[in-house]
């Protein structure tokens, strides 16, 4: 079980904070980077190609868990808070304000971001916007779906400690999903694993909107019981319709 990672598309749930520690400088500066206020003097340091295509996977975890294939041909950056995933940028995410602006053409943020507390969603939202290029840089979300856990429970009868399917980590249940996964919490003795909040779709559009994403959309899911969607700061464009088939017509989130 590796911290970073969620349950829904990865099966595991990981962890997305701890104290914070010093970052690890990644390279040397990097070449036209942004014009915005300098990054503090002991921030990690980047060299990315500009000939090349740019992700900040935030919460890797670890590097056999894969991105979607639609990256194949980028260039992966891990971020990750736990030395022991050996990230290309060890460092709390909630302290993206660290890094240098506008350097990376996307983040995918993979059941990382239910990690927070609530009134750290909004920090870690902005620092997406902060490392993202403007105006066609791009965040991949995907969370567990809360309301889809509520129908089950709700509408079907289902038990919070039912289990919901099998996953390569193990049965997981509802509760699983909803708080963070229990075996994980318990073997590791911490709570990087516990769920500090959660998310339907309006509340997580909301929160998008609220942080510079003014436009968002509903992609298909990829695992189960899991909302994924992709927030932007202006209109759709070629990339987003190569990528996700996502153009201005699409369904909001």
């Known amino acids: 079980m590796r911290p970073g990672r969620g349950l829904v598309g990865r099966a595991i749930i990981g962890h997305a904070q701890q104290e914070e520690t010093c970052p690890r400088p990644f390279s040397s500066p990097a070449r036209g980077a942004a014009s915005a206020a300098a ?9 990315l190609d500009p000939a090349r295509q740019h992700v900040l996977d935030v919460g890797g975890g670890h590097r056999d868990n894969a991105l979607p294939p639609h990256y194949a041909a980028w260039r992966r950056l891990m971020l990750d808070i736990d030395p022991k995933a050996a990230p290309d940028i060890l460092l709390d995410a909630r302290q993206l304000q660290r890094l240098p602006a506008g350097q990376f053409d ?25 490392v993202l290029k403007a105006p066609q840089g791009f965040v991949e979300i995907r969370v567990p779906d809360v309301h ?5 429970i709700a509408t079907r009868g289902r038990e919070l400690d039912e289990v919901l399917y099998t996953s390569p980590a193990g049965p997981i249940r509802l509760v699983d999903v909803l708080y963070g996964y229990g075996r994980a919490i318990e073997q590791s003795g911490v709570d990087f694993y516990a ?16 942080t510079g994403f003014t436009r968002a959309y509903r992609l298909a899911p990829i695992g189960v019981y899991e909302i994924r969607a992709l927030a932007l700061r202006a209109a759709p464009g070629e990339v987003h319709r190569q990528l996700f088939a996502v153009d201005a017509s699409s369904e909001a989130l």
Do not use: M, Q, W
């Not at 769920?195 to 609220?210: D, I, P």
């Open 148 to 152: 889809a856990i509520a129908v089950e």
């Open 39 to 47: 990054p503090p003097a002991d921030a990690p340091r980047l060299v």
């Open 106 to 130: 996307a983040v995918y943020c993979s059941h990382n971001l239910e990690h927070y507390h609530e009134h750290e969603v909004a920090r870690v939202l902005a620092g997406f916007a902060h």
């Open 195 to 210: 769920h500090k909040t959660g998310f339907t779709r309006a509340t997580l559009r909301r929160a998008l909107e609220a």
